[in-house]
């Protein structure tokens, strides 16, 4: 592997055969000669655009280098990420080459490939929320943040497999793919519900990825797959045109391999959105630019505590061996740690948050599409039979239990005074002992093993960021048995996005636990006999 790194990937992109999916035409032209290197793996959205102003690489010699490995990958190893790749992609591609050819300017994002989960809005590419009831629909408009990353230059690579309607944050089993592997051990899985856009960023299908949260999706995904999950503040990124599970928890976000390009993506993906009438909370509280706080040195005096009430229940002894190294880690970084800090009264302040508005909010969202949508609400997904077995149980809980967002009860972040009172004695603890951020570990356990639906146990993302809204990121903190990753959950204040930026760049800065999965190595160049074929 070593030896084929000294060539640049984009050398041999266009020396591809039978390992792109005869759907996408191949590329026109490349550099007659490439003057760096440009190994695919690990690169980021700087690293991308570095390479296009060096002229070593271009947007469409990128575009069909991640279609490669999604072919040779995906289904080969039964990873089962992807759902299904963007026939559209290298002609988007070859359009913002001509772009940049005549402007000498690159947008904010551009050409950098994503990977969407299954239940945002693609205009004219098929959006299912994992559900076959949904097979061949294709919404007629982006959701608003698929939207703003187009504008910003983004190409929508991939649609990713999830848990079918976003229900289960310990597996990614859908019925319209299956179930998506954990790549650093295809024997485990890769958490849910946006499983397979972890696994997919994990394994280096594309630059970055979109993920939902509703109470673990987007971080514990992240955790296991080492990557860096951000769950922004409930208001600072719309939901408008993401498929709900509870809109009164539900956010999206990025789930990158860099805090740095986490950031990149949500300083686009924040803002206000009539479509989203939370965002309105968000507005005055956004700074002009996020990558600012991208501080190597941000740990230096940052007062950050540790909630020992989360990290102490049961944890696996090797993550709470990392948990206890990465607190040695942040001192080290020059951060004040406050050990341990205690909510009064916990247990009751954070007792029965949840709402069972999946009726209301999925009937909302399936009418919003039209008339040509296959199934117009909840009754009629479970009459089509068409789901997968191990959600029967959910759909009928919510066919017969069906609350509705009414005056308070069970209502948003900002006016339900259970959830008010909850986010008041998390930040009345954080402003006694004037600490800026929480830590614990995302999951206090490994992965489970496939099959092993028992083995779901020591998610510490559910019980407070859904329900307080407030912004809670994870990094990698390590590995555990057999090569499983753990995370590190950062929890902040309500839209102190920039503090929880600083921390946990610093922190991957001197740390750097990210490592790409052995399963998934770069990809050798054909052999110039095998293209004459």
Known sequence: MSRILQFPVCFFLLLLSTLVPNSYSRPHSAPALLKEKFPLLETTIADIHQAFRKGDCNCEQLVTEYLRRIAAYDQPTKLNAIILTNPQALTTARQLDAEYQKTKKLRPLHCIPLIVKDNYNTAGLQTTAGSLALKGFEPAEDATVVKSLKAAGAIVLAKSNMAEWAFSPMVSISSIAGETLNPYNLLHVPAGSSGGTAAAV?????????????????????????????????????????????????????MTRTVADATRLLEVMAGFDPADPLTKYSEGKIPKSYQQFLDKNGLKGARIGVLRTLSERNPDPQVKALF??????????????????????????????????????????????????????????????????????????????????????????????????????????????????????????????????????????????????????????????????????????????????????????????????????????????????
């Open 202 to 254: 994990a394994a280096n299908f594309g630059t970055a990825g979109l993920g939902s949260d509703t109470g673990n999706s987007i971080r514990g995904p992240s955790s296991h797959n080492a990557l860096v999950g951000f769950r922004p503040t409930l208001g600072l990124v719309s939901r408008a045109g993401i498929a709900p599970l509870y809109l009164r928890n539900d956010t999206g976000g990025p």
């Open 324 to 533: 206890e190294q990465s607190i040695a880690d942040l001192k080290k970084a020059g951060a004040d740690i406050i050990d341990p800090i205690e909510v009064p009264d916990f247990a009751s302040v954070s007792k029965d948050q949840w709402c069972s508005v999946f009726q209301h909010d999925i009937n909302e969202y399936l009418a919003s599409l039209g008339p040509n949508v296959p199934v117009k609400n909840l009754n009629e997904i479970i009459a089509s039979g068409k789901f997968a077995p191990y959600i029967a149980e959910n759909l009928t809980y919510h066919q017969q239990h069906a609350e509705v967002q009414q005056g308070t009860s069970c209502a948003d972040a900002y006016t339900d005074p259970k959830r008010i009172a909850f986010r008041k004695a998390i930040t009345d603890v954080m402003d006694r002992y004037k600490v800026n951020a929480l830590i614990y570990p995302t999951w206090n356990n490994p992965p489970a093993k496939v099959g092993d639906f028992k083995g779901y146990k020591g998610d510490n993302s559910q019980l407070i960021a859904p329900h307080t809204g407030q912004p809670a990121f994870t990094v990698p903190m390590g590995f555990t048995y057999d090569n499983l990753p753990a995370g590190l959950q950062f929890l902040g204040r309500p839209f102190d996005e920039p503090t929880l930026i600083k921390y946990t760049f610093a922190y991957e800065q001197a740390t750097h636990h990210r490592q790409a999965p052995k399963l998934f190595p770069a990809l050798p160049a054909e052999a110039p006999d095998k293209q004459k074929r």
